[in-house]
């Protein structure tokens, strides 16, 4: 299905940090106009939420000059954090046992459109 004429799209994927972390960050900007998402973002204290601020400005980046839609109307029509591929390394322990570790990433993905 090809999405509307008057919504962008940008995608992030492989990002190293864990899906429910990025949730957090990711479900404060839902539905909120592109500059007090921006604004929420780069006053989070959260690692992520520079990378996120990052591909919000790349979806309006889309939105102006591909589907040639005005900035000061755009909000975030969704944002969606999926898991990506894990990472498994070994941490020896005692007696000759080792504990899995589990290194997560995400494929986070944000719509902005038109009001």
Not at 2 to 13: D, F, G, I
Not at 44 to 51: C, F, G, N
Not at 87 to 112: C, D, E, F, L, Y
Request: charged letters at 30%; proline letters at 3%; zero cysteines.
């Amino acid at each position: 299905m090809m999405s509307e004429t008057n919504e962008a799209t940008a995608v992030l994927k492989h990002i190293g940090v864990s899906p429910q972390k990025a949730r957090w960050v990711i479900d404060q900007i839902r539905g909120k106009n592109v500059d007090e998402a921006l604004t929420v973002l780069d006053l989070s204290i959260k690692a992520v939420s520079r990378d996120i601020a990052k591909l919000v400005r790349s979806a309006i980046a889309n939105a102006e000059n591909n589907n040639d839609l005005d900035i000061d109307s755009l909000y975030v029509k969704t944002a969606t954090v999926d898991q990506g591929p894990t990472q498994k390394r070994m941490r020896p322990r005692a007696q000759g046992r080792g504990n899995t570790i589990r290194k997560r990433s995400s494929h986070i993905t944000v719509v902005v459109a038109e009001r």
